[in-house]
């Protein structure tokens, strides 16, 4: 059965951050080999850290930012893209946190929210590589960011140990 309810996908701002909260500690429970932070540091962050995480993306003049998916008014997917800092590193950019809920997975979102980041990332002077990482087994995440012209540049091995289990991490690079 397929949902047609229309999907927007947009920047999230300090008035996201419950809604974003939320998904995050869905995000982290259900694929804690996907993401760096556990979901007990997620849920000691809180809304109001995660307001105030917001409010520095908005701040940041689009080097740190959180994309959103909403259907029906409702969150239901995310990525974000940060510039790295250094001054030796401005030309890299990185995609994270590429989540969406299961019941809307194949609708299309994820790739829309990379395409968002990719897009701001060619937006920002001097960017001219974006990276982002996805555990080893993810096929659905490679297939996607091969798709979107991304390409495998290393596997780092034990990368993350979620339960005492060992997880591999696929690094990939997008050339702009």
């Not at 300090?14 to 909260?21: E, K, Q, R, W």
């Not at 979102?109 to 060619?122: F, I, T, W, Y």
Request: proline letters at 3%; glycine letters at 10%.
């Amino acid at each position: 059965m397929s949902d047609d309810r229309p999907m927007v996908v947009r920047t999230l701002g300090p008035g996201d951050a419950t809604a974003l909260h939320a998904l995050r500690l869905t995000a982290l429970a259900e694929r804690p080999e996907a993401f760096l932070r556990h979901v007990d540091e997620e849920r000691a962050l809180g809304v109001d850290g995660q307001r105030a995480r917001l409010a520095r993306n908005v701040a940041s003049d689009g080097e740190a930012t959180m994309f959103g998916a909403f259907v029906a008014g409702e969150l239901v997917a995310m990525t974000g893209l940060i510039r790295d800092g250094d001054r030796k590193r401005r030309h890299r950019a990185v995609v994270v946190a590429v989540y969406v809920r299961p019941e809307q997975r194949g609708r299309g979102l994820a790739g829309r929210l990379l395409d968002a980041a990719v897009e701001r990332a060619r937006g920002l002077a001097e960017i001219e590589v974006v990276y982002l990482s996805t555990a080893a087994g993810n096929d659905a995440a490679l297939a996607l960011y091969r798709s979107r012209g991304f390409e495998v540049w290393g596997v780092e091995p034990d990368y993350l140990r979620v339960d005492d289990r060992s997880h591999d991490e696929v690094h990939l690079l997008l050339r702009l």
